[in-house]
């Protein structure tokens, strides 16, 4: 008798990874940098080393634990957009917030996990093949977690490299992939609370997004660049003050400015996805007046006085 013998598994790493600026308003005495410089001081990786960085990321977790519940507690705009998900029907799970070890990778945070589902062939539907399967899934799972620390966390090179080999096996008809919803901090590129709270509003509007549409950012470049243009736009990322510390503009330009960075963003952001890294410039330009425009869930753009 035939059995369905498709295998799931979940790579737990970051899809979408919001740009992180290299500076930010008032981040010149952040604790968070300091540690920083004191890391990058360090040239090789010894036992010391290893068991320094780890004390380090312990202090970055912290920080970001930190930034999480204020933003969940007193930031009105994060309130805001957790309520909404509510309302429209998508509760947010126990740690949907995650801060996690983004390694070299600059961002700020990023959104969603991937579920990949192995499919098997229906001629090749044999005990011996479900018993491959399942090494392959476990092998997978193990893979993940090497990469990624021991602790499962962690969106580093290896991952994203999965991601582009997954990616080609679903072209190849060998797997599915789909994005479920959760929402990562980069722990160790925070700049501050204002950053973080931010890159929170960031990830909330991607996450909105899922849950009022069918999107799919994986396979869907048109999706992923709405989504972006949307994120960059409504969390305060391209905001005048920002813009003008990072010397992006001056004074003198900042006129349309803002349209500017958020489509240089997300431009940024659309190349990640291995599906969209060659046509990424098209893309958002082919999405943007419309989702430029959109401000949902907001009545107007929340940075407007």
């Known amino acids: 008798m035939k059995q369905d013998s498709n295998s799931k598994l979940v790579r737990a790493f970051p899809f979408m990874l919001a740009t992180s600026p290299s500076t930010s308003p008032s981040s010149s005495s952040s604790s968070v940098e300091r540690i920083s410089k004191e890391q990058s001081s360090r040239s090789s990786l ?43 029907g998508c509760n947010p799970p126990k740690g949907f917030i995650k801060c996690i070890d983004c390694g070299d990778k600059r961002a700020g945070g990023g959104f969603g996990v991937v579920e990949e589902t192995i499919i098997s062939p229906g001629a090749e539907d044999t005990d011996s093949h479900r018993i491959e399967l399942e090494k392959q899934v476990q092998e997978s799972k193990m893979k993940r977690r090497s990469s990624s620390g021991n602790d499962g966390r962690g969106c580093g090179s290896a991952t994203m490299q999965d991601l582009q080999q997954q990616i080609l096996a679903q072209n190849q ?68 003050v920002r813009e003008l510390v990072n010397q992006r503009t001056t004074m003198g330009k900042f006129r349309g400015h803002g349209a500017e960075c958020v ?15 060659e046509k990424a410039a098209d893309y958002v330009e082919a999405a943007f007046e419309r989702c430029f425009r959109d401000t949902f869930p907001f009545d107007r753009h929340p940075n407007l006085r």
């Open 263 to 277: 489509k240089r963003r997300a431009i940024l952001s659309v190349k990640a996805n291995p599906n969209c890294t």
């Open 46 to 88: 010894t036992a010391t080393d290893q068991h320094t960085k780890k004390e380090e990321q312990e202090k970055y977790k912290t920080y970001c634990d930190g930034y999480v519940q204020s933003g969940l507690t007193r930031n009105v705009t994060i309130k805001f957009l957790m309520n909404r998900l509510i309302e429209m």
């Open 173 to 240: 008809g060998k797997v599915t992939l789909r994005l479920l919803p959760e929402i990562f901090l980069c722990q160790q590129h925070l700049v501050n609370e204002q950053h973080a709270h931010e890159s929170m509003v960031h990830e909330l509007i991607h996450a909105i997004d899922l849950c009022r549409t069918k999107m799919d950012p994986i396979n869907n470049c048109i999706h992923m660049a709405c989504t972006e243009i949307r994120a960059e736009n409504l969390s305060g990322e391209c905001g005048a």
